[in-house]
């Protein structure tokens, strides 16, 4: 591959055996493993509601889960990885400013963006870590809303991977 256009097709020039994603104390996940939860990971977005091009939010700790998490979502959504240090009125910001059709946080991890996001009516996925899979690897699970399931459509190089919000300053 000479020029790769896709996060996808980035990713593919890892060979299946080699560490793609490594954390103190876990196990390796390598490229075949990483490119594989890519794709089980989008399924569980699309059954979610979230389809190419879709903001999804997400409200992650600094981490391999957030690295992995950020790969999946900006492969197949538009991924917007929000501070989690945000209080709640710059949450009601962002949200709306996004126009956000899904949340992603940490199950567990209390933040104000989980009220924010149920008083918008985004719909709210929480993420579990699986470190026994591998660095970086969790489930989704659906916790509120109720949308329709999107159609699967390839990512294509004009799609928008991230989106973010920044104060403006260098």
Same mark, same amino acid.
């Given at each position: 591959? &000479?020029?790769?256009?896709? @996060?996808?097709? +980035?990713?593919?020039?890892? !060979? ?5 994603? #490594? ?12 490119? $594989?939860? +890519?794709?089980?990971?989008?399924? %569980?977005?699309?059954?979610? =509601? ?10 992650? !700790? ?12 900006? &492969? =197949? ?6 501070? %989690? ?16 059709? +899904?949340? @992603?946080?940490?199950? =567990?991890?209390?933040?104000?963006? @989980? ?30 809303? #109720?949308? $329709? ?10 799609? @928008? ?6 104060? =403006?300053?260098?």
């Amino acid at each position: 591959m &000479t020029h790769a256009e896709t @996060i996808l097709e +980035l990713l593919s020039a890892g !060979a299946d055996d080699s560490v793609a994603i #490594s954390a103190p104390g876990r196990l390796p996940l390598t490229y075949g493993r990483l490119r $594989a939860f +890519l794709g089980e990971t989008l399924s %569980a977005l699309r059954a979610m =509601g979230a389809g190419r091009n879709d903001p999804v939010a997400m409200v992650l !700790a600094n981490g391999p889960e957030m690295a992995v998490a950020f790969f999946a979502v900006a &492969t =197949g959504c538009t991924a917007a990885p929000l501070n %989690a240090s945000y209080r709640a009125d710059e949450f009601d910001f962002y949200l709306k400013d996004l126009n956000a059709k +899904l949340l @992603i946080v940490e199950a =567990g991890k209390p933040t104000p963006a @989980i009220d924010v996001a149920q008083r918008l009516g985004v719909a709210l996925a929480e993420l579990t870590p699986t470190p026994e899979r591998g660095a970086g690897t969790f489930t989704l699970a659906r916790r509120t809303g #109720s949308l $329709a399931p999107a159609a699967w459509e390839p990512p294509s190089a004009d799609d @928008i991977a991230l989106v973010l919000h920044t104060s =403006g300053t260098t």
